[in-house]
């Protein structure tokens, strides 16, 4: 009577088997010939007093001068993904300003052009009271709108 393999023991027999074949052929040549009672045999090693056919080539030995220049092409790929990582955050950041800047300028001409229209503008004091807008302080900020308009809003 043969009793049932557990699954877990079921399922590490086929990871085993599968590694197997799989290992075989990376690993060095596979070799095919068939013995004296008509089994067809594969292994790593062919017997010296048989004729093999020969099923996988062996690998190639490794060249240390191949690794070594795919180890600087992948720091050169590495690099200039830093790089254009960098441009483009430096990009963003200058869409950014460039907003912020067009914004900015924006506010200062229509402060600029109602200054210049004589609407009457009220300030409030630390109080809490209003206070018109002087004539004095009226060309004073206007002056200092042109000021600030020609030194950030020119390109």
Known sequence: MTRPCPRGTAALAAVVCCAALFAGPAAAALYKWTDASGRVIYSDQPPPDR???KIVKPV????PAAARELQKS???LRERQRERGEEAAKAEKQAVDAKKREELCKQLRGDLDTLRNN???YRVEDKGE???LS????????AEREKMIKERCTP
Not at 135 to 142: F, G, L, N, V
């Open 51 to 53: 004729k093999v056919e």
């Open 60 to 63: 190639p030995a490794a060249d």
């Open 74 to 76: 992948e720091e050169a």
């Open 119 to 121: 609407v009457y503008i």
């Open 130 to 132: 209003k206070v018109l």
């Open 135 to 142: 004539e004095d302080d009226r060309r004073k900020t206007i």
